[in-house]
């Protein structure tokens, strides 16, 4: 199994410029979620989504959109970005035995800069 | 709303130091609780879990946890800390309720050798 895979690694924007970060999970995990990670701020939730076609927005929205047509992606846009959303995003994934939640799997993380 | 809180934002500690590392949270309803690690460079990775049963839970390299209800902590402690065990630790909250995962703002652990 690969795993959490995210793709690009780095990416650097230019403010307005719109983007999609991927991530993709092969271990037919039902829950998946979008992180950013700032210093000093920990891990703060983007949007998550409980299984293909049902999405729901975390801490942090604003200015991210997402779809999941299937079990395995779950692209985060980026609409119009702006200097605050440069950060390091991570995309997880869990089995989600009935209502809880299980441990997570990280992917590697996309370091992004906008400019 | 739900909300996790780590009291130690940098914590500098000699090898072989005792090491305990404070977490809150605040939500009434059925928790799980997490502390994850990221070390240096690395993404994150699992530590350990409560769910339920036994309150003190065990981690890998040799890290535990114990579960207090009443005081919605779940505090993260170590014997004997190496230098290796530099990296930044997070405690996490599940929800069954809503779904969603919330972490606390991070512990930075440096050891010094």
């Known amino acids: 199994n690969a795993g959490v895979t995210q793709t690009p690694k780095f990416q650097v924007l230019k403010t307005g410029q719109s983007m999609t970060l991927q991530c993709a999970q092969d271990?037919?995990?039902?829950?998946m979620s979008w992180y950013r990670q700032d210093p000093g701020m920990g891990l703060r939730l983007i949007h998550y989504s409980v299984g293909a076609g049902i999405t729901d927005q975390g801490e942090v929205p604003n200015g991210y959109n997402v779809s999941r047509s299937t079990t395995e992606d779950f692209p985060l846009r980026l609409l119009s970005a702006a200097p605050s959303q440069t950060s390091v995003y991570f995309c997880?994934?869990?089995?989600?035995?009935?209502?809880?939640?299980?441990?997570?799997?990280f992917g590697p993380g996309t370091r992004l800069t906008v400019t | 709303a739900q909300s996790v809180s780590q009291h130690n934002h940098h914590v500098i500690l000699s090898e072989a130091a005792s090491l305990e590392l404070g977490c809150n949270y605040s939500?009434?309803?059925?928790?799980?609780l997490f502390w994850y690690v990221q070390y240096p460079g690395q993404h994150l990775q699992l530590l350990l879990k409560?769910?339920?049963?036994?309150?003190l839970v065990k981690g890998i390299k040799g890290f535990e946890a114990e579960f207090i209800k009443s005081k919605f902590s779940f505090n993260l402690r170590k014997p004997s800390v190496q230098w290796s065990d530099t990296a930044e630790y997070f405690c996490a909250v599940g929800s069954g309720n809503t779904g969603k995962l919330i972490f606390g703002q991070g512990t930075t652990l440096q050891v010094k050798p």
């Open positions: 939500y009434g309803g059925t928790v799980n």
């Open positions: 271990m037919n995990h039902e829950y």
């Open positions: 997880a994934s869990s089995y989600r035995p009935g209502a809880a939640i299980d441990e997570q799997y």
């Open positions: 409560y769910f339920s049963g036994d309150p």
